[in-house]
């Protein structure tokens, strides 16, 4: 993709370049399974038509007789409920029909509708559009740039969420037109950081977290940390190794995304959390529902039932399980709790508010990753079980020292924005890039999966 696009580039057919990413990154999708490349082209189309119309740009005629007959108004709603219906069908059909099975006595056959991948993330990315267009904050319409930005393949499956205002200007800068060894080398290395993370870090504690999950009613309370430790570090060093190397692929094109994390566990507040874990999320959740619910403007019970609203929604949106919703509603009491904490101007001492919040966190992802409620309930009862805590588990298993370990690295080094940015081409740092990068693919022959492409 690389070599095809910067070729195209250098014989000054710029469009060709642009067409050659948007088929990249169709192939690239329909790699998985070609039978959705249809549903990704159909929402693209119908997104861009009604995002257009409102736009403020130049007007087509057809745009023009169109916003004659709805209002922007009508066509933002119709935009917005068009996303929501579509991720409705394939990622909550058979949700409903669980829940309708229970409370009415039903047997409706479920759906197994297949998830196909990425739709939570261009779903959202294209609301934001509809949104910032009805805003008129979108000053130019072209059909094969707004291609080329929902479906650039670096962040097309699992983000992070862009707004197309911070990527158009990119796409169409001439200073991004020719190679830039600097964003060859820092991207080179983000990606290398990003892939040693996932297949070596995060499938380590895979291993783990499996392993517990797949009978947490034989935990005792040792275990029981090890278990909601090890998928915590599994989801940190998973998530921000893909979001890596999606910027980094993204910087050897000369295209910045935008960082998505900013060592969150080092994090001394729920709220301090949010801005610095899956940031492109909470920047979503934050401008496109808390703010036009009325965010802080209404007074403190506004707040906190619009802070719940955003974040039972942000549950919804990771997956269709009660599960889900209430690791949403967790996070929301914890912001509800850290709202009224902050106006009474009280304070904790910062190791205090560093373990309050990392131990919260830590135990919401236990009802994040659990296969049933009632694995989760067992795991959090276990974890404060203290007739089931034997002081020999330590001695006798590595694990817990492996979790330690990890959480010293979480904490202590620097993230992968501070090193990228540390990073020159020097041989030291090529060196370095081309060890990691060896020991990922390397490590490519086992199975691993991404946690948040089922998202």
Not at 179 to 199: A, D, E, P
Not at 248 to 265: A, C, E, K
Not at 393 to 409: A, R
């Amino acid at each position: 993709m690389l070599i095809g696009y910067f070729w195209l580039l250098h014989k000054r057919l710029v469009l060709g370049s642009k067409v050659w990413l948007v088929g990249g990154s169709l192939f690239f999708y329909g790699f998985w399974n070609i039978i959705y490349i249809p549903l990704l082209l159909a929402s693209i189309f119908i997104n861009f038509f009604v995002g257009s119309a409102m736009a403020d740009a130049p007007q087509t005629d057809e745009r023009a007789k169109l916003l004659k007959t709805f209002s922007s108004k009508k066509l933002l709603l119709f935009g917005i409920f068009f996303n929501i219906a579509l991720l409705a069908y394939f990622k909550y059909t058979d949700f409903f029909l669980t829940n309708f099975n229970g409370i009415f006595g039903t047997n409706v056959p479920l759906t197994h509708i297949i998830l196909p991948l990425g739709i939570s993330f261009f779903t959202f990315t294209q609301i934001a559009f509809l949104v910032d267009a009805y805003k008129n904050e979108v000053k130019e319409v072209d059909l094969l740039r707004y291609m080329l930005f929902v479906t650039y393949f670096p962040h097309l499956l699992a983000g992070p969420i862009l707004h197309h205002k911070e990527m158009m200007p990119q796409f169409a800068s001439r200073w991004n037109f020719v190679l830039r060894w600097k964003n060859i080398t820092s991207g080179l290395f983000l990606f290398s950081l990003g892939l040693f993370k996932k297949v070596i870090i995060a499938d380590f504690f895979a291993d783990y977290a499996n392993y517990f999950y797949a009978d947490t009613s034989a935990l005792d309370m040792l275990q029981a940390w090890a278990t909601s430790l090890s998928y915590t570090l599994q989801l940190y060093f998973d998530f921000s190794g893909y979001t890596d190397m999606a910027i980094g692929v993204s910087l050897l094109f000369n295209i910045r995304l935008p960082i998505n994390f900013n060592s969150p566990y080092k994090a001394t507040s729920i709220q301090d959390f949010w801005r610095r874990w899956h940031m492109t999320l909470s920047r979503f959740l934050r401008d496109y529902i808390y703010i036009p619910l009325g965010g802080s403007r209404k007074g403190s019970i506004r707040t906190s039932i619009n802070l719940m609203a955003t974040f039972i929604i942000g549950g919804i949106w990771h997956g269709a399980g009660w599960t889900y919703v209430f690791w949403g509603f967790l996070h929301g009491m914890a912001l509800v709790i850290n709202h009224i904490w902050k106006s009474l101007g009280l304070k904790l001492p910062t190791v205090v508010a560093w373990f309050l919040t990392f131990n919260f966190v830590n135990l919401a992802w236990v009802f994040f990753r659990a296969p049933t409620w009632e694995d989760a309930t067992t795991v959090v009862n276990m974890m404060f079980a203290w007739s089931e805590f034997n002081l020999d588990d330590i001695y006798e298993s590595s694990v817990y020292w492996q979790v330690i370990i990890g959480i010293l690295l979480t904490l202590l080094l620097k993230n992968s924005n501070q090193w990228a940015k540390m990073q020159k081409p020097k041989l030291n740092y090529d060196l370095l890039t081309a060890l990691l990068l060896i020991i990922g693919i390397l490590s490519l022959s086992k199975v691993s999966e991404f946690i948040y492409f089922q998202f």
